[in-house]
């Protein structure tokens, strides 16, 4: 398994910007998909994106495209969410996510961090 550590999270006002880091470490802990996933309060828990271990390959969720761009470095184990233009609605816990195989569906990812908050005032 993969352990994960968010970073990065905080209070910031409408229409600034924030970048999260999801430090990976454990066995093969490259060799990952990573995901950013969210959670609002009294709200369940959606995708926002994903990239692909080998090939960089990204997939953001239509609520932050345009917005929000996730990134990997390798060598580091580190993911990156750089969160553009936030807006109030983007309020929520925010969690890095490991698994085999990069998608959409929490159920794909068998690591999670502890989440990491951040609160985008209006």
């Known amino acids: 398994q993969v352990q994960l550590v968010e970073s990065g999270g905080g209070l910031v006002q409408a229409g600034g910007s924030l970048r999260l880091s999801c430090a990976a470490s454990g066995r093969t802990a490259s060799s990952y998909a990573m995901g950013w996933f969210r959670q609002a309060p009294g709200k369940e828990r959606e995708f926002v994106a994903t990239i692909t271990w080998s090939l960089g390959r990204t997939y953001v969720a239509d609520s932050v495209k345009g917005r929000f761009t996730i990134s990997r470095d390798n060598a580091k184990n580190t993911a990156y969410l750089q969160m553009n233009s936030l807006k109030p609605e983007d309020t929520a816990v925010y969690y890095c996510?490991?698994?085999?195989?990069?998608?959409?569906?929490?159920?794909?990812?068998?690591?999670w961090g502890q989440g990491t908050q951040v609160t985008v005032s209006s």
């Open positions: 996510a490991a698994g085999p195989v990069a998608g959409s569906l929490s159920v794909g990812y068998d690591s």
